[in-house]
């Protein structure tokens, strides 16, 4: 089996920046994501992600920096993210972390958030991994200023 590599894909001004590193397991979205065509946006990332998940990762971290993204793309993440919850391997750790301006970030929204979260993975059986969820809040200058985590 050939080894993977990472996957680096320049952002426009319409599409993200990504940034996946095998090596280290931090999957990075980050910019905006409302392409004209999504599925030539994250076909490669889906296919990425289908051979990540075969090799061993203590933990990965996905991070969505987006800061804005369209339905098409919502639905193409949700997918990635159900692929990533698939992972077959016990004692690994899968991380989402979500970055939201510090104004519109509230933790007494947790439970919204949690409800959404639990949606996206209420087709996900028994799965192997941990995964849970650090809801950041962000300053002007990208720095996290607060953050939450929901363990699923």
Not at 3 to 28: C, D, M, Q, Y
Not at 85 to 100: G, P
Not at 110 to 131: A, G, H, Q, R, Y
Request: charged share 25%; with cysteine.
């Amino acid at each position: 089996m050939e080894e993977l590599k990472s996957l680096i894909i320049e952002g426009t001004k319409k599409t993200p920046l990504i940034e996946f590193n095998n090596l280290t397991g931090e999957l990075v979205l980050s910019g905006k994501s409302y392409p004209e065509n999504t599925a030539r946006v994250y076909e490669p990332v889906v296919e990425w992600i289908s051979d990540y998940i075969k090799t061993y990762h203590k933990t990965t971290n996905f991070h969505l920096r987006l800061d804005y993204f369209n339905s098409t793309s919502l639905l193409w993440i949700v997918k990635i993210l159900k692929m990533l919850s698939t992972y077959d391997k016990k004692e690994s750790n899968l991380f989402i972390n979500l970055y939201f301006d510090d104004e519109d970030f509230d933790l007494k929204d947790k439970e919204e958030f949690k409800d959404i979260i639990f949606s996206v993975f209420e087709n996900v059986t028994n799965p192997k991994l941990t995964i849970s969820v650090k809801i950041h809040g962000i300053d002007c200058n990208g720095n996290v200023v607060q953050e939450s985590t929901i363990v699923i």
